[in-house]
């Protein structure tokens, strides 16, 4: 028999696993997913949750409580980063794993163990656009919860996503509420680790923008901060925002945005998806990565305090 009702649905996904198990060996990379995985479901418990089924590297849970839900969340995050270390002694940051979540609200149906209904397809779509370590909510989510909680989540945009005729609102949550101490938000931000500015540089261009020249519009209009002369580039085509003390890439075309950080192979798509911008890396705009004629702007995320040159 069915059972209908008011819930958040929660999808969490580990990424990194494939190098992990290149790094380790089958049998060391199967422990540490497996106990990551164990980790999660043990956090979703006491939060509230049921964990409805593990898919692959990840897992499906069901909240009654939305503001439980979006704790969850947030300890799933914080709790993965604080175990970063594998057996065999190898440093974390090697062989990090890295978690995305997704958290809708909305009516489920449960039916034989397993749960179904517009909140679980919301979760699963905005998963997708989710980068690593990133959260994502819903607007309908974002409604039910305290304006405290409320506070700690940006707004995206309103994101057509597939199957859906109507656009969803989705939020992304900061890494810290805002509001937190003086002290502590004062000691985060003035480290030499933080980023000041970003480096965007290709065949026509190399150029410095501060985080005060946010945001900045990449495209092929003559308007766009970032010009990119290639047909296949949208006037609008991406932009960059700067927003407590990180640096966001935005899709905003037809053809999509493809991010491809140096220290990682793995290749992010973005398609009215937003992720955030670290390290050195390559933006491809409008084609493949695999296509070798792809528009494409080399970034460096810049803290002017070690490039003195700046």
Same mark, same amino acid.
């Given at each position: 028999m069915s059972n209908t009702k008011q819930c958040a649905v929660l999808f969490a996904d580990l990424r990194g696993s494939t190098a992990l198990y290149l790094k380790l060996g089958n049998s060391e990379a199967a422990t540490v997913v497996t106990h990551s995985l164990a980790m999660l479901g043990q956090i979703v418990a006491r939060n509230g949750g049921?964990?409805?089924?593990?898919?692959?590297?990840? !897992?499906? #849970?069901?909240?009654? =409580?939305? @503001?439980?839900?979006? @704790? &969850? #969340? $947030? &300890? !799933? /995050? @914080? &709790? !993965?980063e604080r175990s970063a270390v594998v057996p065999g002694g190898l440093p974390g940051?090697?062989?990090?794993?890295?978690?995305?979540? $997704?958290? $809708?609200?909305g009516e489920i149906v449960e039916l034989d163990n397993d749960c179904f209904g517009d909140a679980v397809n919301v979760a699963a779509r905005i998963l997708d656009l989710?980068? =690593?370590? @990133?959260? !994502?909510?819903t607007g309908p989510l974002h409604r039910q919860l305290p304006s405290d909680l409320q506070s700690r989540f940006r707004s995206i945009d309103k994101l057509h996503l597939r199957g859906r005729k109507e656009p969803v609102a989705v939020l992304r949550m900061e890494n810290r509420r805002f509001g937190d101490t003086v002290t502590t938000m004062h000691i985060e931000l003035s480290g030499a680790d933080m980023p000041d500015g970003i480096r965007l540089i290709n065949d026509d261009a190399d150029q410095v923008f501060t985080s005060a020249e946010m945001p900045l519009e990449l495209g092929r209009s003559p308007q766009a901060g970032f010009c990119i002369n290639d047909s296949r580039v949208s006037r609008t085509h991406a932009r960059i925002e700067s927003h407590s003390g990180h640096f966001y890439l935005s899709d905003q075309s037809y053809n999509g945005t493809h991010v491809q950080f140096d220290h990682d192979e793995q290749i992010l798509t973005l398609r009215r998806g937003t992720c955030t911008l670290h390290g050195t890396g390559t933006i491809y705009l409008g084609t493949s990565p695999n296509d070798p004629s792809a528009a494409r702007v080399r970034f460096e995320v810049l803290s002017f305090d070690s490039?003195? /040159?700046?």
């Open positions: 049921r964990v409805i089924k593990t898919l692959g590297d990840g !897992l499906m #849970a069901v909240f009654r =409580d939305p @503001e439980r839900a979006v @704790e &969850s #969340a $947030a &300890s !799933l /995050q @914080e &709790s !993965l940051r090697e062989t990090a794993i890295k978690l995305k979540t $997704a958290v $809708a609200w989710a980068g =690593d370590n @990133e959260t !994502l909510i490039v003195g /040159q700046y």
